[in-house]
């Protein structure tokens, strides 16, 4: 963000400095347009590798489009509603490695997908401004845009990359509930260029600040084993707990869990999945269910507290619509 600030403040100042009302531009000036958008769109959590959100992840890239419709208010200022539809996913394993960095996310398996669906309304400021009709508007021009979004997201999981989604909210995965409808405030920066005296077409990507670590169904601790059914090894439990399963299929993880979280003999890395009262978990057959250290017992360390952020980076095509002609009259 620190990055992007300066470009942000210089924009609103330019666009908002006697520009915001519309003294001096007359109702005849004024406009509207329609269009559609289709982008990509990418996501940066507990679940993405991305070292920022200005860089997230592209592995999961996923489509995403929409329809807006843009009333010109002021020589640079519009206001825009658009609503929109996409998906969003990541993946521990397939997106970790095995660097110091990324071996918490790579022990922790999790993935996820989940559909955005998404109404917002924002203020789009342009760099130049036109005092004039459409048809007197600048070739290109680049351009802000801020407001707020209402989303509804549904994060769904499957158990070590069986192929069978589960939702995670009904699930309770960290032992608390999360709304899976949510606000986010919407940040972009594009430039539109004039293809014809009626046709834009726009580029931009666009940031989508929650207010939610849940995008990816992790944003806590590991919750108390024996509620979520460790014992009889139900789903719930497969889903919120998913550290064996990657020591049992990736040698190479199962190596550096030995020699890293034990004392370097196969199976050392793992300890007993306990009770609350301390006691260990003992499954239907009579066996302690166990897990890696430091991964799956209640306290554990299962995702970060920060909200998550989501990513549309695409194209606009929009239509002019013409205003209404008055013709002269005649005595």
Wanted: proline letters at 6%; glycine letters at 10%; a positive charge.
């Amino acid at each position: 963000m620190k990055k992007i600030l300066p470009f942000i403040v210089v924009f609103l100042l330019v666009g908002l400095s006697g520009q915001i009302n519309a003294q001096g531009f007359p109702k005849k000036n004024r406009y509207t347009s329609i269009g559609v958008n289709i982008n990509a769109m990418n996501y940066v959590g507990d679940e993405d590798p991305g070292p920022s959100f200005i860089s997230p992840g592209l592995k999961f890239t996923r489509p995403n489009i929409g329809i807006e419709y843009i009333y010109r208010f002021a020589p640079r200022v519009s206001f825009r509603g658009n609503i929109s539809d996409g998906e969003i996913g990541g993946s521990d394993q397939k997106n970790a490695d095995y660097s110091e960095k990324n071996i918490f996310r790579k022990i922790r398996n999790e993935d996820f997908k989940s559909n955005i669906f998404e109404a917002k309304a924002d203020v789009i400021i342009d760099l130049f401004e036109n005092r004039g009709k459409y048809t007197k508007r600048p070739d290109y021009t680049p351009y802000i845009a801020v407001g707020l979004a209402y989303f509804h997201m549904n994060p769904k999981g499957q158990i070590n990359n069986a192929g069978q989604w589960y939702a995670l909210e009904p699930q309770k995965l960290e032992g608390q509930s999360f709304s899976l409808n949510q606000i986010a405030i919407p940040l972009a920066l594009g430039f539109r260029y004039k293809l014809s005296k009626q046709w834009d077409l726009s580029f931009e990507i666009g940031w989508r600040k929650t207010f939610t670590g849940y995008l990816d169904g992790v944003s806590s601790k590991y919750y108390d084993p024996s509620a979520l059914g460790a014992a009889t090894n139900s789903t719930t439990y497969q889903l919120a707990n998913q550290t064996l399963a990657a020591y049992n299929s990736d040698p190479t993880l199962k190596s550096f869990i030995d020699s890293h979280y034990g004392n370097g003999q196969a199976g050392s890395g793992l300890v007993p999945v306990l009770n609350p009262n301390g006691t260990p978990v003992v499954n239907g057959n009579g066996q302690t269910v166990m897990t890696v250290r430091g991964f799956g017992n209640s306290g554990d360390q299962r995702g970060t507290p920060r909200t998550d952020v989501y990513i549309l980076t695409g194209f606009h095509l929009t239509y002019i619509i013409p205003g209404r002609i008055i013709c002269p009259k005649f005595r």
